[in-house]
């Protein structure tokens, strides 16, 4: 039967480099499971694969969006099952791989069914943004979904939008329609987690927000800064500089307070990953024998 492998794991984690391994070891192509990766104006703050990375094996759903595009979650998932139905009629392993659990959840087990929402009341969710920022989303959601505010991504102004837009919608809590019944997929699905150590963890981001500072993520905020209302670019490493070119904190502070908001969420990956009993945890430096238990289990 056609597999599924999935590799999650905090950002900085070695991700990329566990796929590229895998995706050889079955001679398989990699679906990229980051939304902000999606976006091809922004490589560097995203930490998308590189040139040489992207030519060690062929990769999907990277770079393939502008930052002006609207995409969601549920379009992701008509997709990349659109793109698996003939993806599996030529190869039989694919690789999926990325930090974004929502997105991951939707290719594994579906989504649930959602009502639609009037434009009006869409509208008046995005009112409450502009006037009120992400702390009046935060307040209101709180207010008409206490259960799903608890769980749910604070800092992510679109999943407090939809929440909202559903309570206001129906007149009842958002998380009243989260049934997260399992849809049945015709592939097997094999998800592995990557084990890291805290502090080895910290030490990697901090390095890589450095990384991204020599190889011109500063430019790359800059020519996104006319833009920066964006949904697309209110993510880590692109508001803290915009905010530095708001004159409101200096550049060694953005650059401060993107290792400090990347080890959050760091943190917040490895808070829904350690709900998941479906994963497999393995550390980098026995990749090569996870990958051989694969083969024979997947033989």
Sequence with gaps: ??????????????????????????????????????????????????????SEIKHHFVGFLSVEDTYNVSDYESDVIEFLNEYFKRKKTAVMVG?????????????????????????????????????KLQTELARLDPDFFAVVDKNNPRRLQRALEVSLQTGLPYSSFRTEKKVHRDFNIVKLAIRCERNILID?????????????????????????????????GYKE?????????????????????????????????????????????NLTSVIQCLKDKLA
């Design 241 to 285: 500089l915009f905010e530095y070119f708001d004159g409101k904190i200096s550049l060694e502070e953005a650059v401060e307070k993107i290792k400090t908001s990347t080890r959050q969420y760091a943190k917040r990956q490895m808070t829904w990953l350690r709900k998941k009993t479906d994963c497999q945890w393995f550390e980098l430096v």
């Design 99 to 135: 930090g974004s659990g929502l997105f991951i959840d939707a290719v594994c087990n579906g989504l649930d069914e959602m009502p639609d929402v009037d434009a009006s009341v869409r509208e008046k969710v995005t009112r409450l943004f502009d006037e009120g920022g992400i702390v």
């Design 1 to 54: 039967m056609n597999t599924l492998i999935v590799i999650c794991g905090p950002t900085a984690s070695g991700k990329t480099k566990a796929a590229i391994e895998v995706a050889k070891a079955f001679d398989a192509e990699i679906i990229s499971a980051d939304s902000r990766q999606f976006y091809r104006e922004i490589p560097i703050g995203t930490a998308a694969p590189n040139k040489d990375e992207l």
């Design 204 to 236: 990697r981001i901090n390095k890589r927000v450095d990384e991204m500072m020599k190889n011109g993520l500063l430019d790359e905020a800059k020519a996104m800064y006319p833009k920066r209302h964006l949904n697309s670019l209110n993510t880590v």
